[in-house]
């Protein structure tokens, strides 16, 4: 019989990429907008962008983590469809934004 | 010597498009003997994408400032005021989705069809996505060239 539905940190870490494309996306907006939130981003390791790369990373990871923490405690799968749905909207909405941003905005 | 740097970046931004297209095409043809094939190459993808970020995030914290001075006086700015400035972040998220290949490439495929669409969709957005990043990286090159072209000898 086949199997349909995906590993607990399949849809864990789906989740976290999708929420992390977007934030990505929401911090660069932040970054270029706020000159303070550049300089801190500066601050804590020399450069803006290293700070932007490891913040994400930490978050991806610590979401995607905690997310399967809770999956395994609730015993929720989420449907095949829907989690392509949300990798897929979140990546390509997370790009979308920076290339419109850059375009149209800064 | 330190232009061996951004050639690894290439390559190690090319063998992650390889190793991606691999596991679509693998994919699209999974059963139990190429199972470790796709889990491996799915590895290899993440590997590749960690070497690349890593190699070319020490040019562009080192040495980019030098290269985007040139581009900025020279006729083509837009290779760093939108080119560079879009690359440098929509990779964050490409590491990130190439990150997640191997997880989505644990299941058994063979078995889970509906997993293997997943990896499909990861594998071939792996694809789109680095492939615009090699683009942006030749016309930031490109904006560099032109940069050192058009200075007055």
Same mark, same amino acid.
Not at chain 1, 59 to 78: C, E, M, P, Y
Not at chain 2, 59 to 70: C, G, M, N, Q, S
């Given at each position: 019989?086949?199997?349909?539905?995906?590993?607990?940190?399949?849809?864990?870490?789906?989740?976290?990429?999708?929420?992390?494309?977007?934030?990505?996306?929401?911090?660069?907006?932040?970054?270029?907008?706020?000159?303070?939130?550049?300089?801190?981003?500066?601050?804590?390791?020399?450069?803006?962008?290293?700070?932007?790369?490891?913040?994400? !990373?930490?978050?991806?990871?610590?979401?995607?983590?905690?997310?399967?923490?809770?999956?395994?405690?609730?015993?929720?799968?989420?449907?095949?469809?829907?989690? &392509?749905?949300?990798?897929?909207?979140?990546?390509?909405?997370?790009?979308? &934004?920076?290339?419109?941003?850059?375009?149209?905005?800064? | 010597?330190?232009?061996?740097?951004?050639?690894?970046?290439?390559?190690?931004?090319?063998?992650?498009?390889?190793?991606?297209?691999?596991? +679509?095409?693998?994919?699209?043809?999974?059963?139990?003997?190429?199972?470790?094939?796709?889990?491996?190459?799915?590895?290899?993808?993440?590997?590749?994408?960690?070497?690349?970020?890593?190699?070319?995030?020490?040019?562009?914290?080192?040495?980019?400032?030098?290269?985007?001075?040139? &581009?900025?006086?020279? *006729?083509? *700015?837009?290779?760093?005021?939108?080119?560079?400035?879009?690359?440098?972040?929509?990779?964050?998220?490409?590491?990130?989705?190439?990150?997640?290949?191997?997880?989505?490439?644990?299941?058994? +495929?063979?078995?889970?069809?509906?997993?293997?669409?997943?990896?499909?969709?990861?594998?071939?957005?792996? !694809?789109?996505?680095?492939?615009?990043?090699?683009?942006?990286?030749?016309? &930031?090159?490109?904006?560099?060239? !032109?940069? +050192?072209?058009?200075?007055?000898?």
């Amino acid at each position: 019989m086949e199997n349909r539905s995906f590993s607990k940190s399949t849809s864990s870490f789906g989740i976290s990429l999708a929420v992390c494309a977007v934030l990505n996306a929401a911090l660069v907006i932040a970054k270029e907008s706020s000159k303070i939130v550049a300089d801190r981003m500066q601050k804590i390791t020399g450069h803006h962008w290293t700070t932007h790369v490891l913040f994400m !990373v930490a978050v991806f990871v610590a979401l995607g983590w905690s997310l399967n923490r809770k999956n395994n405690q609730t015993d929720s799968v989420t449907s095949s469809t829907t989690l &392509i749905r949300i990798v897929v909207g979140g990546v390509v909405g997370g790009i979308v &934004i920076i290339f419109g941003f850059y375009l149209f905005a800064d | 010597m330190i232009e061996t740097i951004l050639m690894a970046h290439v390559i190690f931004g090319s063998g992650c498009i390889l190793s991606a297209l691999w596991v +679509l095409v693998d994919t699209l043809n999974a059963t139990e003997a190429n199972a470790w094939r796709i889990k491996w190459m799915s590895r290899a993808t993440a590997l590749c994408m960690w070497l690349a970020v890593l190699v070319g995030g020490y040019w562009y914290v080192v040495f980019y400032h030098a290269d985007k001075a040139i &581009i900025l006086q020279g *006729p083509w *700015p837009f290779a760093h005021n939108y080119f560079m400035e879009t690359k440098e972040h929509f990779v964050i998220t490409l590491l990130l989705l190439a990150s997640y290949l191997p997880i989505a490439a644990s299941t058994n +495929l063979a078995a889970n069809k509906e997993a293997a669409r997943l990896v499909l969709w990861v594998a071939g957005m792996v !694809v789109v996505v680095a492939l615009m990043a090699e683009g942006h990286g030749a016309i &930031i090159s490109a904006g560099v060239k !032109v940069g +050192l072209l058009a200075k007055p000898h």
